[in-house]
């Protein structure tokens, strides 16, 4: 019976590790998460921003705030390729223009939801054509990132 036991434990533990599970998600009791940055504005909010309709702003801020959120973007898009199995590359050949983009769309069907709700619809439509293995002939000296 041990040896049985055991072998249930060590099969579900290396599906964990290995990621077999990985629909998994790593949620509070109430099946929610706290989003930083700009994920956790409201997709209307975005709208606005993209609309250049922000009271106040002048063109360098916008300018300003573009990038931070792309740097938003990007950050998420690491983390992901970093957490998720089987994944080098999720973004692959898409510009951060069309990633914008992407957001943008499901901000406008979805103005009460929150931006990082728009990513993780992002990411799972980009995930199908992620670069699964990194192909260089980099060293991870010479390449830290990627």
Known sequence: MKVAWLAIV???GSLLISGG?????ALD???????????SRSC????KFREKRVENFTTEQYEIADVIIEHWVAGYLTAHNFYVTDTYDVVGVVTMDQLKERIE???RANPNNRVAEGMVVLVHE??????KVDTSKATPQKNPGK
């Open 10 to 12: 060590t099969f579900l």
């Open 21 to 25: 599970l990985s629909t998994t998600l």
């Open 29 to 39: 009791s109430n099946g929610r998460y706290y989003a930083l940055g700009i994920g």
């Open 44 to 47: 209307g909010d975005y709208i």
């Open 105 to 107: 769309k499901y901000c």
């Open 126 to 131: 980009l995930h199908v054509n992620r670069i």
